[in-house]
């Protein structure tokens, strides 16, 4: 390949989210251009290094490595100088919003150096990116809080008489905004706020407009400042219930993003997004006197932030098979949008008689493109997921948005297989959902002891484990449990073997009575005798301090699921208190292996963007390794009858042992009791460490 088709495949890898590969390549080219004195094409590629760099939160490195080169080539066109500097400006504009201004470099003298540039020197697109410069110039004054002059240099752009596009026009709205919420007119600048970020909370301020606006169009980082923006007016009217919501909207926004950064986000991007969102929920929980609440998003922010980090580090490049498919999709891709484009030009002079065969060609053109994006999103999540491979004998399936639909990808050794999946809203035959999902992989299930599963959003509520497969649920016929992201063991275990039994806190069950006395007779037998927490005595005072003791819980009792995001998750305790899973992440150790069985403990809020746990998932990220917990609600009488099978089995403190006795109390629920929900239990597990 040449230097040029390497630098051109760089350039659509940066566009579309593959910064790994681009700096690959666009590195690979630089000396090979200085070699062949192709100054020109040097000069672009070291420019690209340089964004990709600052993308990936390297500033300093980026602003040095497009210093030393002007050094290098000595009297540069003042064109690319401009341009330069405009970039270099543009990277300490971006430090600046992620870490203030006290310590980071001034954008201003590079900005207006790169003003006087094409005012002056430098011709081509002059009024462009006049208005461009402008825009960063006002940002740089509205940082500082010098707010006339941040207005001055928002009409100087648009006195340009160039039509703002693009980022640049998210990035003057979004300063329009800031001025004007700096100078109290709340009302202008929620407006503004939500034509970036909207949904139905706009609709008393956007009537007219709402119909015309897409929740979430704008970039990432427009869309996570704006719903920041609108927090900080309804918390000036004193709406802290309303700002909750917005600041959960943007955590959950950047939850399911942290999935893409290694491939397009970039770190230093999400990095300040994630901290800057956390920080003023946290302040905001502050406020309201719920510290533990803030503590759960501090702790789920740095968690992220760190699954991020690792992932980029473990992420392998693409073949070069796969780099040659990618490429093909993307030159499909652009061909179909500028397709689009020009058929939707045409139709603007058509005669009436043409325009019918016209919007045709143009929607079609339009699908094509969807189509392929879809792919190309497929191909990253695909990338993103295979960073670490499951080994051999073990089988993974994540369950999630995919691109604009729904998707499973399988993955096993060195394959994977993409599948799309039909609306998860619309009831589904089990029998119909398995075939999907299961006829593409059967040979590979033949041959698979172990499945592990990821399901975000809507596919919760999807029971892989029990779905039928050979007239038989899968489960019987391979280790099948449920991973949750970022929850990793923790190496300090509990100090002692004996499990901590806590039987029907609220005294207003009967099975939980009866479970507590079974389990405690069971295991006085078959090994050391449980410590028991009954009625009254289980408090939360009691079960915090007994938690890092045990290596093993069992709980029977009543669970509440968590919300937008998993924090108001809790198993309710006795005399009103409980255990929430803001506890769990903030109290270690934790019992190894957890048996919860109450309604609802492991249930997440389906409807939001990244659901958050139940407490089966918080017992998991605050450092169990394998928990047994519903996702629905369950009948008493079902559940006591499955508890007292499971302990049938269950005589022994091992994974393995809980395995059997788990798969050997759902089967024989299955068989003998038709009428109770025998899927209801799953296994929730972490890697081994």
Known sequence: MSAKSKYYLAILFLETGDIRSSLELVEETIPIFRHLGMTTMENDSVDVQAQILAFLGRQAEAENLRTQHLIRIGTPDPCMTGHWNNNSAW????????????????????????ADIFAGQCATRRNWWRANIFVNLALAETQLGNLDAAEGYLTAARLQGETLTGSIAEWAKEIEARIALARGDLDRAWQLWCSSAWDTGCLPVLADTAQTTIYGESSSEIFILALLGRAQIVLLRADSTTAERLLLTASNHLEEQSAYVPLGEGKSTFVGSRSKVSRTLADLYIQLDRKDDAAWELRRANAQILGVFQTIDSLDGMTTEKRRTRMERLQRYHQARAEAAAISAELQLAPRNQIAILQRQADDAKRTATRLLDELASDQKTTLEMANRPPPGELWLLLAPIGTTWGAIWQWETQSLHIPLPDLNTPMAPETLADILFAPVATVLETTNHLRITSIGAATGIDVHVLPWNNAPLQNQLVVDYWVPGAKPIMELPST????????????????????????????????????????????EVVLNKLPLHSTLVYAGHARKGGLDGRNAAILLAHDTELSAADLVTHQPLPQMVVLSACEAAESQPESIAPGPGMAQAFLLGGSRMVIASVRPVDDRCAGLWTEWLLERWTQSTEENLWEAYLSATEKMRGQEPRCDYGMFRVYRTPVM
């Open 91 to 114: 990277d300490r504009l971006m430090l600046r919003e992620q870490q203030g201004t006290a310590s980071t470099p001034d954008p201003r003298p590079l900005l207006l150096k790169a």
């Open 497 to 540: 073997g004996k499990p901590l039994v806590i039987a029907d806190p609220g005294e207003n069950l009967r099975f939980a009575r009866q479970f507590g006395e079974q389990v405690t007779k069971q295991w006085k037998v078959s090994g050391p005798a449980p410590d028991v927490l009954r009625g009254e005595n289980a408090t939360r």
